[in-house]
């Protein structure tokens, strides 16, 4: 079995920079503070209780990497305030800065999304998070993505921790599998961390308890100029983005994307200056419109 690196919460940037890039991942300690942990779980509850196991829609492949037994929901901003605090926690923005911000003018979110294991779910396919990609996941490729697993409760083994294979983001044969001895387990406390490369090995863990649900927030970044996740703008409308800070509209897709390029972009202008309100009135900006 295979270990991973736990640094405390006053690691630098630079410690945490300098083991994700040589084994792939690395958990920090209450990353974040348990007020925000508390809140936030208070403010998805529901959302938690309720949401449906398991995809609805989706071919085979996604059915499966969704997991049977595993509620996925995002629209994060949306649901919860304190979400913002979670988007803007320095040391992931500090590693996405460092690691995407050479390949892009900015980043965005890739995905803020709640991972629930349930009780009986199996493990998940052995995968690099920047597979989405295609052919930018491959030995050559520049990191395209960073994400946090962040647990909200306790990762276990028995409860599906995440599970990381250190060095892989370097192997030279991406279509290797892990052996067992390879595979190391993110067991974790409530506000720590995994924060690891797009281009690690790892799987969610199979459950294997009968009531413990494993509560895990996964956020992302991927550069700017490649399409995320999750539909932001439309996951997280104006009406809960307008009270948020301009770095986090950024973020959520509703600021046009470039310096060296353009994108993004309504009227080939930027977002916030061609639509006077963003609220969805949309209408009145039509050329020829009576408004
Ligand atoms: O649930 C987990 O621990 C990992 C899930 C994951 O890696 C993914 O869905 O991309
Ligand atoms: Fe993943």
Redesign the pocket.
Do not use: C, K, V
């Given at each position: 079995m295979a270990e991973l690196i736990v640094l405390p919460a006053n690691a630098s940037r630079e410690e945490v920079l300098e083991v994700v890039a040589r084994d792939g991942g690395v958990i920090v300690r209450d990353l974040l503070r348990q007020d925000t942990v508390n809140q936030f779980k208070s403010d998805i509850e529901v959302a938690a209780r309720d949401h449906p196991t398991g995809a609805t829609t989706g071919n085979e492949r996604t059915v499966e990497?969704?997991?049977g037994s595993?509620k996925?929901f995002t629209r994060l901003g949306w649901r919860s305030r304190t979400f913002e605090d979670i988007l803007l926690a320095p040391m992931l923005i500090g590693m996405a800065d460092e690691v995407l911000l050479p390949s892009c003018d900015d980043y965005w979110l890739n995905t803020g999304?709640m991972?629930i294991?349930g009780p009986g779910e199996s493990e998940?396919m052995w995968?690099r998070?920047a597979g989405n990609w295609m052919m930018l996941c491959t030995p050559t490729s520049p990191e395209v993505t960073i994400?946090c697993?962040y647990a909200l409760g306790d990762?276990t083994a028995a409860n599906?921790?995440?599970?990381v294979v250190p060095g892989s983001h370097l192997w030279d044969d991406y279509t290797q599998a892990p052996t067992a001895d390879q595979v190391a387990i993110?067991e974790m406390n409530a506000g720590d961390g995994l924060i690891y490369s797009g281009r690690v090995i790892?799987?969610?863990?199979a459950n294997t308890t009968t009531s413990d649900w494993?509560l895990?927030l996964?956020v992302s970044f991927v550069l700017g100029w490649l399409t995320p996740e999750e539909a932001l703008p439309l996951a997280t409308p104006w009406s809960a983005a307008s009270a948020m800070s301009e770095r986090a509209q950024r973020l959520l897709g509703w600021k046009s994307y470039g310096e060296r390029s353009r994108l993004w972009t309504v009227d080939y202008e930027e977002i916030s200056v061609a639509l006077k309100d963003p609220s969805g009135a949309q209408g009145d900006n039509r050329l020829g419109s009576s408004a």
């Open positions: 990497f969704w997991g595993t996925r999304q991972m294991i998940q995968h998070d994400s697993m990762f599906g921790a995440t599970r993110a790892h799987n969610g863990g494993r895990g996964h």
